[in-house]
Structure formats: C-alpha cells, structure tokens
C-alpha cells in the first residue's frame, strides 16, 4: 500500500494543477516554468486513500546540472518515498519522457501520469499509451488535469497499483546505461545522447505526431515576441489593464465605497452615542478602525479587477514570453530575462518574488535579482498610488500607476548597470526557455487566484491592518505622560512624526503625519493608506472624505515626490525577511536596504524639483 | 460600561493581533499567515495545515 508518493515532472507540466486536484489544495498554479520553487506536500483525501503527497519543483532531469535537480534527485533517492508519479508533458513528449527514463533506472516504484492529452489530441498526435506500457514495464494514465478529466483513473492507480512486465528492448536498454554508469568512464553527455536514441525509437514506434502541433503558438508568437514591436505590445497590453482596472472601475467604485464607507461611519456613531459610548470610543472605533480598515478597502474592486487580468495573463502563457522580449534588456544590465519571472511574481508581493529568484542558475544574478525585485511596486503598495493619483490627477490615474512602474523598471536598468560595473563583474549567463503553448484561459483557476488574492487582502486588512490602525490612533490620541490630548501634535506620534520630518523635507512632504506614514509602511505597506486616514480624520466631514483630506496635505509634486519614495524605499519587514534568509547574509541585507532607500531618496528629490517645473 | 467593554475589547484584539506577528517571528515562520492560499512556500510557514 502506498503512503508516500511524490510528483515530479518538467517544469510547466501540470504537476501543481494535478496536486492541487488530488489533495483539495489551492496552490498557485502558471503557465510558465518556474512556479514552483519550493517542495509542497498535502494529504490525498480521496475514495478512502491516506497517501501524504509531495509536490517537487519541475526539473528537466535528475542530473545534476542546476540546484533543483540536485535537490530533486536527493529527494527522490533518500525520503521514504515508496511511488514516484511522473507527469509527463505529452506536447513535448521527447523531452519528457528522458526524466521518466532516469527515473525508472532509480530502481523507485512509478506511474507515468501523460498530462495534456486534450491538447495533443486536437493536434491530431496519437500517443498508443498500451504500447508503451507494455516497453517500459509501467503504468501510464493519461489525463488532462486543467480539464480534471482522469483523476479518478489516477487515484484508483494509487490503490490498485498494476505490474506490467518490461519488453526486453527496455530491458537491454536498462543493462547498457547500467554498465556505462559503472565504467565509470562514459561522460554524462554520451548517456544523455544513448537515451534520447532510444527515446528517438520509442516515439518512431508509439506515438504519430499531428501536423497542427503549436501552429497556433508560432503564429501569435510572430507578434507579441516580435524584435520591435514585442516591448510596446507588452506594455500596451498592461496600460489597458490599468486603464479598464483603475479608471473605469476605479472611478464608478471609489464613489460608492466612499459613500458605504461614509454610511457606515455615521451608523456606528449614532449607535454608539445611543448606548452611551464617550467621545474617545466613538473615534477610537469610527476614525481609528473604520477609518483605518475602510480606507484600505475602499480600493479592494480596483484591486480585483487587476488580479482578474493579471491571472488571465499568468494562464495564458504571455508572462513566459515577456520574460522572453525582455532579455535582450537585462542582458545589458548583466542579468537575463528568466529575472523577469521573480520580478513578475514580485509585483503581486515581494516576498514570494525574492524566493522565486532561486531558480536562478547563477549566484550573481540571483543577488542582484533579489535586489533588484522589490523595485517593482507590490500589489500592496497599489491603494497608495491609487489613492494619491485619484486625488491629484483624476482622469489620468492609470498614467500614474503605470509610470509608477515605469519609475521601477527604470530604477532596475540603472541600478543593474551600477552593479554590473562595480559590483557584479564577469561573464554573462546563457538563457534558456521554454516558451509554453498559448493556452485559453481556465475561468475556473483565473476565478481561484483572484479570490484567493482577495481574500488575502481582506483579510489582512482585518488583523494587522486593524491592529496597525488602533496602535495608531492610541499614539496620536495620548501625550507621552498618557494624557488624551485633541491636538495630535502634541501625543506621542506628532513627537515623533515632527523628530523624522525634517529628513524628508527636500522631497517635499515634511509634514509630521506623512513621516509616520512612510514608516508605518515598514510593517505593511497598505498601512501608509491606513495611517494617512486615522491621522486626517477623515470621517469627521459626515462622510468618508479620504481624496480630500489627503488633498490638503500634498501638492500634485510632492504627491508624486511621495509615491516615486514609496515605489523605490526599501520593502516591508516581510520582504527584508526573505531577503535574509535567500542572500544568507546580514551585510549583503543591509547593503539592499540602505541602497533601496538611498536611491529612492535621490529618485524622489529628483521628481519633486523637476514636476515643480511643469505642474 | 459600554465604553471599557468596546475598549479594551478593540485593544485586546489588536495585541492578539500583534502578539501573533511577534510570536511566529521570533519561532522563525513567516509573518504572513493571511497570504497563504496565494503563496507557494512552505518553508517556515507559520499555518498548521501546511505543517501537517
């Protein structure tokens, strides 16, 4: 009886889409190489089964050439892992099928799970799986897992595991790289090349390729990958994003939720004075947690909308070509466009962003990628810019955002080449990719990844969020001898805003209030928005008057001053913590941080003198 | 009464709230126990079903 089995497969195999389907998870899934960069492990719960389940980063083969298939090997070798399913990618089934081949020759119980057949069969490729089971002497189930069509197969696979006896070409197979591997003297190369012949023989034999295959892949990729046009297309591509996200849906929702806000706020205080709350109270729920959560929230259909595009991108397969069209970029800042994957992951949160730069080959690229990544703006730090560019340059909004990330990328470029003259010297890294096909878009998985993102925000902005915004309105509200005083000025954060402010004045936002603000977003960036809103009051005008308030403290440059600091200044604590731990080292941590900031200080001294010039 | 009630129940919940953050940082795991479902990592995670 099986109790532990592990999947492995190539990278964009479909491994996570069959995990997530066997143990109930919701793990992230994409249509590019590299998703997963850390071993995931969950519980089949299925038809009675108790089988722990290990997800494996995709590899290529378990020899060992990069840092996964290192570990990967390890794994698959030493855990009591007693069945290993292979998934293989049936629209490139000669590739896949050298790892089930290594794999086999482990000696480790298998089943070779064929992934994709929906997509091969509209191709036209015939694979004759009877066949091949019979020559190697394993079970296969083929399966589409995006469609969840031969998961039951699967998991009656996993209780009623079938023997098949191996043909006696394989078996003759198996003894020649037995004895090349104890000659001790055949170079990895020659076996790599006896079983791709083989492999050769066994797609002669078993499987008829269609005449369509990735027709429909090479034709759009003659456009959106195109020499010239590839960058502008991308980045049209994600202004009308911004554009649909932020000012169509910004413009009739922020309205609204400032209305409901607003609603709420007037609610909760004549709730509160009917059953006798005092004054404090009232502000300490009403501009202390409404202020502070709602303030958050108000941009949550934005934010949603966003998430929605950016999944439909992630599934479709076009982040994999982004990384593609922009190589030729990093190459001349000493990085490739397999950088662009971290940085991409890191725009929805840096954390996750700075782990996946393990999938980086070379050491120096990983540094500087983990570096270089928080300076594409989080999703966190996206009600900030919302908010200041609603408020200062309503109708261009999504301008603003998008040259947020433009600031960013820009930083990226001068930053790399600082690095790779000074820093980072030597050779440039060879870059390979795997361009997956074009798929249409699972609305299922789409759906799942903008709810989960969601409920992330939402839930955040209910725990620290809220705890951030009564610690807040505690130190605003009492003096530092714990009197409650009216004149924020004068408690224990005008004390400390008015000791930091000076720093910032040649940036333009000296005030006490923004000083906080700005290190606030040290625990969490959406609590630059939450603090801004517990610190104006803004539910005081009888309704939820957050653009307004914001208004009266900022010019349109030293707005756009505060955002390009926000986008560039070193991350979250959360962030920092990843950085740690994935650089292994407290000097190389502190050097990102003083850089970030050093650099967002000089970036936002710039656009404060220069913006003054023309708004 | 109503107002020690609202309070200290508000500023209860916000040390709990704090206290948990701090905790998972001084075991090590990562802080981000809300943000789960749309990370991958396992590695120091500070959420029981992805212990188990």
């Not at chain 1, 066997?22 to 492990?41: A, F």
């Not at chain 1, 620290?464 to 224990?492: C, D, H, K, R, Y």
Request: charged share 20%; hydrophobic share 45%.
């Amino acid at each position: 009886m099986v109790k532990n089995a592990v999947l492995t497969g190539n990278p964009n195999c479909g491994k996570t889409t069959i995990f997530n389907a066997l143990t109930g998870s919701n793990q992230y899934v994409g249509n590019w190489p590299g998703v997963t960069v850390e071993k995931k492990t969950g519980k089949i719960k299925k038809k009675q089964i108790d089988i722990d389940i290990t997800d494996l980063p995709g590899i290529y083969s378990i020899s060992p050439y990069s840092m996964e298939e290192v570990i990967a090997e390890a794994y698959i070798r030493e855990s009591e892992t007693d069945l290993v399913i292979n998934v293989v990618d049936t629209t490139a089934i000669e590739r896949s099928l050298f790892l089930t081949l290594q794999l086999i020759e482990t000696g480790k119980p298998l089943i070779a799970v064929f992934n994709m057949m929906d997509v091969i069969e509209k191709e036209g490729t015939i694979i004759d799986v009877e066949g091949l089971q019979n020559e190697l002497g394993i079970q296969i189930i083929p399966l589409s897992a995006r469609k969840n069509k031969g998961m039951d197969e699967l998991l009656d696979a996993l209780v009623n595991e079938k023997g098949f006896e191996r043909s006696q070409s394989f078996q003759d197979y198996l003894q020649t790289i037995n004895d090349k591997k104890s000659s001790q003297l055949v170079e990895d190369d020659e076996m790599a090349q006896f079983r791709y012949g083989y492999i050769k023989q066994l797609v002669s034999r078993y499987v008829i390729l269609g005449e369509m295959r990735s027709d429909a892949s090479k034709r759009i990729d003659k456009v959106l990958t195109h020499q010239h046009f590839g960058i502008p297309l991308f980045l049209f591509v994600m202004w009308i994003i911004y554009y649909v996200a932020i000012n169509l849906v910004g413009g009739v929702s922020e309205e609204l939720f400032e209305t409901v806000l607003g609603a709420i706020s007037s609610l909760t205080t004549s709730g509160l004075q009917q059953v006798g709350a005092n004054e404090t109270i009232i502000s300490l729920v009403v501009d202390g947690v409404i202020s502070g959560v709602g303030a958050v929230l108000l941009f949550l259909p934005q934010i949603m909308v966003l998430f929605f595009f950016i999944s439909i991108l992630e599934d479709s397969g076009y982040m994999a070509r982004v990384s593609f069209i922009l190589d030729k970029v990093f190459r001349k800042i000493g990085l490739t466009g397999k950088s662009f994957i971290p940085m991409f992951v890191g725009s929805g949160c840096s954390v996750p962003g700075i782990m996946a730069a393990r999938t980086l080959d070379s050491e120096k690229e990983r540094k500087m990628t983990i570096v270089l990544t928080p300076f594409i703006s989080c999703g966190a730090k996206m009600p900030i810019y919302i908010m200041f560019a609603a408020a200062f340059f309503p109708g261009n909004t999504h301008w603003i955002i998008f040259s947020m990330y433009g600031i960013g990328f820009f930083a990226i470029v001068v930053s790399g080449l600082l690095m790779k003259h000074f820093v980072f010297k030597g050779h440039r890294e060879v870059f390979l990719l795997e361009l997956p096909d074009y798929r249409t878009p699972v609305i299922k998985n789409v759906l799942r990844q903008v709810f989960n993102r969601s409920k992330a925000f939402i839930t955040k902005a209910g725990t620290i969020i809220f705890a951030g915004s009564v610690l807040i309105w505690f130190l605003q509200s009492f003096t530092p001898t714990f009197q409650l005083t009216e004149n924020p000025g004068e408690s224990m954060l005008g004390y400390l805003g008015a000791f930091i402010s000076p720093i910032f004045r040649p940036l333009g936002f000296s005030d006490w209030k923004t000083s906080v603000a700005f290190l606030t977003g040290f625990v969490a960036k959406e609590m630059v928005v939450a603090t801004l809103a517990v610190l104006n009051d803004i539910s005081e005008s009888g309704g939820f008057a957050l653009l307004t308030s914001i208004r009266e403290g900022f010019t349109a440059s030293s707005a756009l001053s505060f955002m390009t600091f926000i986008a560039l200044a070193s991350p979250c604590i959360g962030a920092l913590g990843a950085a740690k731990r994935e650089l292994n080292s407290w000097k190389w941590t502190g050097i990102a941080i003083l850089y970030q900031t050093g650099f967002a200080y000089i970036a936002a001294f710039l656009v404060y003198n220069m913006s003054k010039l023309f708004i | 009464m109503i107002n020690y009630l609202v309070g200290i129940g508000i500023g209860l919940l916000a040390v709990w709230v704090f206290y948990g953050q701090i905790k998972r940082m001084k075991e090590g795991k990562c802080t981000r126990s809300n943000h789960c479902d749309s990370c991958n990592l396992k590695e120091n995670c500070g959420r029981k079903d992805k212990e188990e």
